[in-house]
């Protein structure tokens, strides 16, 4: 199995900045993909951001020019920094990562617990 810890939410003002960290550990054999969501609530969870192992990236339209995603292959950890942080950004994040256990394993989801993101007025 794969687990995934978060690191990083916590309360910041308008404007401010955060980074928010995930380490996968366990029995992993590949990943294919890393990435960020989060739900507010009464929402829907949505995607923020998601980056593959050749680096391509892909972001929701509300975070462009705001979040950047960044991956450290070597240690199987995300990165989200947060930038100009909007009171609409306040949810609980979730890491995500798509991999195989095992070189026989299907590709797999899995997730985080989440971390609480509020961003205040």
């Known amino acids: 199995q794969v687990q995934l810890v978060e690191s990083g939410g916590g309360l910041v003002q308008a404007g401010g900045s955060l980074r928010l960290s995930c380490a996968a550990s366990g029995s992993i054999f590949i990943i294919k993909r890393m990435g960020w969501y989060r739900q507010a609530p009464g929402q829907q969870r949505e995607l923020v951001a998601t980056i593959t192992t050749n680096d391509n990236t892909n972001y929701a339209d509300s975070v462009k020019g705001r979040f950047t995603i960044s991956v450290d292959s070597a240690a199987n950890t995300v990165y989200l920094q947060m930038n100009s942080l909007k009171p609409e950004d306040t949810a609980v994040y979730y890491c995500?990562?798509?991999?195989?256990?095992?070189?026989?394993?299907?590709?797999?989801?899995?997730w985080g617990r989440g971390t609480q993101v509020t961003v205040s007025s």
């Open positions: 995500n990562t798509q991999a195989r256990p095992t070189a026989i394993s299907a590709i797999l989801d899995y």
